[in-house]
């Protein structure tokens, strides 16, 4: 009897010691899980804070700006992510690509920076984390690129280019049917780099050395034309017949331009009445507190109708410039590139409205009017059109005089039926 309570009580034992054994094994697999753990997470806290303390990559830098707020990327390049991936591809189809480890997207990105923001080549560099050299060989490749793209978006209208919806018939301006766009020049910052006795031809009217540049705007706002390079001594009139006998300018028959006083009235370019009231704010004055304007005779009815038109070139160049900083603070390249930097500003200003036209979006609230003028004639660089009339020693041609005495007098005979 006694052998069996002693067996049961040592079978009791070691099967309490056996629990012991096995709370001790549970409680020490619980702590291994937890060291591990906790391991994991030092870890993973100290491999995120490296991957933060790293330098963002180029790459990164190129995609995260692109892939955030819209505003990032017209701030920094001018334009929105789709149009800045679309002209990537377009130029990569042009001949554009990697220069060495720099990828295509950080070569444009460089080069819009430098144009819209009119930074130093090197802020540039240390934006994009690239060498003087480096920025300076990426640009020249980008423009030389962008240059090609000027026989797709700049297109000088033909003998079939149909007429402007606001030209219609039946609306005020639809005696102007023939009616193509408006010229007019506008002077760029220059460095002229060149001997002194050829510095002085760059010197404008207000003393500054300029570059003078004529352009071709057609109604909605797309340059048709540009001519730059010029002198800002250059008057306006000798450019246009310049670029008309180098076949810069091509105005189809039976088409014209309208321009200021500053040129020839011909049966191709349509000037307004000289020695008439002509400049849009002058008209605004004159009719502040009544329902609209009171003409005193038909050249003012003319040159109001002919101001209204014209001024799309003044916005035009308003729009390029407030988009384009470079040409109001252009940096001190050699002149050509100087030229060329021109010429590619226009060419992205239309690629910009194409794009946008497509997608039906417009960002032109997003560069709004400076001075808040709101459409209205900036004078800006345009020089006293009395002073121009007295330089230039203008005289109509007779086919001219007669298409715009026609248009005036109708324009009269409307007005005084209505």
């Not at 189809?252 to 370019?269: A, R």
Request: hydrophobic share 35%; aromatic share 10%.
């Amino acid at each position: 009897m006694d052998s069996d309570s002693d067996s049961d009580s040592d079978s009791d034992e070691e099967m309490e010691q056996q629990m012991k054994m096995q709370m001790a094994a549970l409680l020490l697999m619980q702590q291994n899980i937890r060291r591990r753990n906790l391991i994991k997470a030092c870890m993973l806290e100290w491999i995120l804070e490296v991957e933060n303390d790293r330098p963002m990559s180029r790459a990164e830098m190129i995609t995260n700006q692109l892939e955030g707020h819209h505003e990032r990327c017209y701030d920094n390049y001018r334009m929105s992510t789709d149009n800045f991936n679309t002209l990537c591809n377009e130029l990569k189809s042009k001949g554009l690509q990697c220069n060495g480890e720099v990828i295509i997207e950080e070569q444009v990105g460089m080069f819009l920076q430098l144009l819209g923001q009119a930074c130093h080549l090197r802020k540039v560099g240390e934006d994009f984390q690239h060498s003087l050299e480096t920025v300076w060989r990426c640009i020249r490749n980008v423009l030389h690129y962008v240059e090609k793209l000027s026989s797709d978006y700049i297109k000088q209208p033909n003998s079939n280019t149909p007429r402007h919806p606001m030209l219609a018939d039946g609306t005020q301006y639809g005696l102007f049917k023939d009616a193509i766009g408006a010229i007019d020049g506008t002077h760029i910052r220059a460095y002229p780099n060149l001997k002194d006795q050829y510095k002085e031809r760059f010197i404008n009217r207000k003393g500054e050395y300029t570059q003078n540049v004529m352009a071709a705007v057609d109604f909605d706002g797309n340059f048709l034309a540009v001519v730059a390079g010029w002198e800002g001594s250059a008057h306006d009139n000798t450019i246009l017949c310049s670029s008309l006998q180098k076949g810069l300018l091509y105005v189809p028959p039976g088409k014209y331009y309208l321009v200021d006083t500053g040129y020839e009235n011909t049966l191709q370019f349509l000037a307004p009445y000289r020695r008439t009231c002509y400049h849009l704010g002058t008209f605004r004055d004159r009719s502040r507190g009544r329902s609209e304007y009171r003409y005193d005779k038909p050249e003012e009815l003319f040159n109001h109708r002919h101001a209204q038109l014209r001024n799309i070139v003044e916005r035009t160049f308003d729009v390029l410039k407030v988009r384009f900083h470079i040409l109001k603070d252009m940096a001190p390249f050699d002149f050509d590139i100087q030229v060329k930097i021109v010429g590619a500003c226009c060419i992205l200003h239309n690629f910009i409205k194409h794009h946008n036209r497509l997608k039906n979006v417009s960002d032109e609230s997003f560069f709004r009017d400076p001075q808040g003028t709101n459409g209205s004639e900036v004078q800006g660089n345009s020089d006293d059109e009395y002073s121009q009339d007295r330089d230039a020693e203008i005289s109509d041609l007779p086919n001219g005089a007669n298409l715009r005495e026609h248009i005036k007098n109708s324009l009269w005979q409307m007005r005084q039926s209505a």
